[in-house]
């Protein structure tokens, strides 16, 4: 069942055009200098298909909660999650939303120099200035007024959020939002839910900081789990409305 995504409309980047993509579950909104509607909504589909017709043909892909053996002959994209998982020690689907961010982000850059996909709370982005990205931790949480900064010289990365107590996504843990920032969205994606799959009360921060750490693909990242927050790595936060009450 679709779910308006209600955190699109805080912290729009006023200088770029801003766009929504729907195709099946897939549901992309895209920031850009320039009118990539048509090219997005294309490669979304053929991403899309591509990851389809592999789980046609192996259902496991699909419900693996494990890494599976890379298939060379598998469709790129399909092929970049299998790799992510292995990384992150998780099934191949924890990363198709970065995956297809991702993806669909990089076909952008032929059209437009600057370039924000966002998937469902995982992001690819290209940009030339600096900006700012909102997290969401659930109603209410004082934490919806931290943002993370990202530099122009920083990317292209992914910056993913998994969560065990808001949306449809499978966690095996309990955080209001686990974020990563990687170098790849769909790594991103993989270890963010690695790491909240590792959160179940606050005592258990400490020992998902040391998993992240260990990692060095990982850049950083913040885990929040009720009114606990820990961040690690190379991040840079800022509040970004003291009124945001949301």
Known sequence: ?????????????????????????????????????????????????????????HPEFATSLVPLALDPAAPHIVRTMM?????????????VAGAIAEFVGKKLLAH????????G???????????????????????????????????????????????????????????VIAGSAAVADGFATALGNLVNGPEDVETAIKFARRRKIIRGGIIIINDTMSAYGKIRLDVLDKTNKH
């Open 112 to 119: 437009t120099p600057e370039v924000i996909v966002e998937n």
């Open 83 to 95: 790799r992510a998982a292995q990384k992150a020690g998780v099934g191949p689907m924890a990363a």
């Open 1 to 57: 069942m679709y779910k308006k995504r209600f955190y699109r409309t805080f912290g729009a980047a006023d200088d770029l055009r801003r766009f929504e993509v729907k195709y099946y579950e897939t549901d992309v909104l895209i920031s850009a200098r320039s009118d990539v509607h048509e090219v997005a909504a294309h490669w979304v589909k053929i991403y899309h298909a591509q990851i389809r017709d592999y789980i046609d043909a």
């Open 121 to 179: 709370g995982d992001i690819f982005l290209r940009i030339q200035r600096r900006r700012r990205i909102g997290i969401f931790a659930g109603p209410g949480n004082p934490y919806n007024r931290i943002g993370l900064i990202i530099d122009p010289r920083d990317t292209p990365c992914g910056v993913c959020t998994s969560s065990g107590t808001i949306g449809h996504s499978l966690s095996f843990g309990r955080t209001n939002a686990t974020v």
